[in-house]
C-alpha cells in the first residue's frame, strides 16, 4: 500500500447489509457480470464484518480495520493508525499519523469525498453528521438513502460529477455508501408489492441492480490514473434466519460479508464513452 498510496486514486464502496451467502450466489450464477469481472477467480473473499451495524461497522472501517479474513490470523491490514503493539500492521501497510484512513489520506494529499446512501450520512442531525464529517467534502441528498428505486444510479451520477471537477492532478480518495440493499428492497424486483416485503430475494434483486450500474462508477474513478479499490459490505441482514430479522444482531448472516480489493486500470474518460 505504500507504493499504491501518492500515486493512484482510491476507492472504497460499501455495499450496506450486503450478506455473503447472496452476494456469493450471485457470482456463481453469472447474475452480477460487472462486479465478477473484477473480483480475483470470479469470487467474492469470505470475511468477518467489524461491526453488525452501519455506525459502528464504518467507525472501524474508517479506523483502518477492513473486514477480517475469515481464517485464523494475524491478518495484516491494508491501512492502519500508528499504533504501538499492532499485530496486524506489516512493512507493507500504510500506516498514518492521524485518527482515521480519512484525515491519513488528506495528510498525503488526497481529495477525500464522500457519496452517503444510508440514514448515517444523511447530516439531518449530529449522529448522521459524525462519519460524513471525517471527509474534506461529503454529499447526501434523498435521492441517495434506502426509500429511493434508484438510488444507486442517482449516486454514480454525482461521482461521476466529483471526478469531473477535480483537477488532474489532485489525487482522490472517493468513499460510497450503497443503500440500494438496505431494507426497503422490495422494489427492485420486478412485480413485488409492498404488501410482499423485503426478502432473501428482493435483497439479491438490489444487487443485481448495483451491479447494471458499477461500470459507470468504475470507470469514472479509473478515468484520471490507474486506481485501487476495495468492495465489501460493512455487515449482512437475516430475513428470517432461525427466527432473525434485519442487524445490529450476533447472527452468521450478518457477521459474515464479502470483500474483494482490485486494480481499475486508467481508462481515458473518451474511452469509456
Not at 426509500?147 to 469531473?164: I, L
Request: proline fraction near 7%; charged fraction near 20%.
Amino acid at each position: 500500500m505504500n507504493e499504491i498510496v501518492g500515486s493512484h486514486d482510491i476507492l472504497l464502496v460499501t455495499l450496506d447489509t450486503l450478506r455473503f451467502d447472496v452476494a456469493a450466489e450471485l457470482a456463481a450464477e453469472g447474475r452480477i457480470p460487472n462486479l465478477a469481472r473484477h473480483l480475483p477467480g470470479g469470487r467474492w473473499e469470505r470475511r468477518h464484518a467489524p461491526g453488525s451495524f452501519t455506525y459502528a461497522s464504518h467507525q472501524a472501517i474508517f479506523a483502518g480495520f477492513l473486514p477480517t479474513p475469515a481464517e485464523p490470523g494475524p491478518h495484516p491490514r491494508l491501512f492502519a493508525a500508528r499504533f504501538a503493539g499492532s499485530e496486524t500492521t506489516a512493512g507493507r501497510t500504510f500506516v498514518y499519523d492521524t485518527p482515521d484512513l480519512v484525515s491519513g489520506l488528506a495528510a498525503e494529499g488526497y481529495r477525500t469525498v464522500c457519496v452517503g446512501g444510508t440514514g448515517f450520512f444523511n447530516k439531518r442531525g449530529p449522529l448522521g453528521s459524525v462519519l460524513p464529517g471525517l471527509f474534506q467534502e461529503s454529499h447526501w441528498e434523498p435521492e441517495f438513502g434506502v426509500a429511493s428505486p434508484t438510488s444507486f444510479e442517482a449516486q454514480v451520477a454525482r461521482a461521476e460529477h466529483v471526478v469531473r471537477e477535480l483537477p488532474h492532478e489532485q489525487r482522490l480518495f472517493l468513499f460510497v455508501n450503497v443503500a440500494a440493499l438496505h431494507q426497503p428492497n422490495w422494489f427492485h424486483r420486478p412485480g413485488a408489492t409492498r404488501e410482499d416485503g423485503d426478502t432473501r430475494a428482493t435483497h439479491a434483486a438490489a444487487l443485481e441492480y448495483v451491479d447494471r450500474h458499477v461500470g459507470r462508477l468504475f470507470a469514472a474513478v479509473s478515468s484520471r490514473r490507474r486506481c485501487f479499490a476495495v468492495v465489501c459490505s460493512d455487515h449482512g441482514t437475516a430475513y428470517g434466519d432461525d427466527g432473525y430479522t434485519g442487524h445490529r444482531i450476533g447472527h452468521p448472516s450478518v457477521w459474515t460479508v464479502p470483500y474483494a480489493h482490485f486494480f481499475l486500470d486508467h481508462t481515458p474518460a473518451e474511452a469509456a464513452r
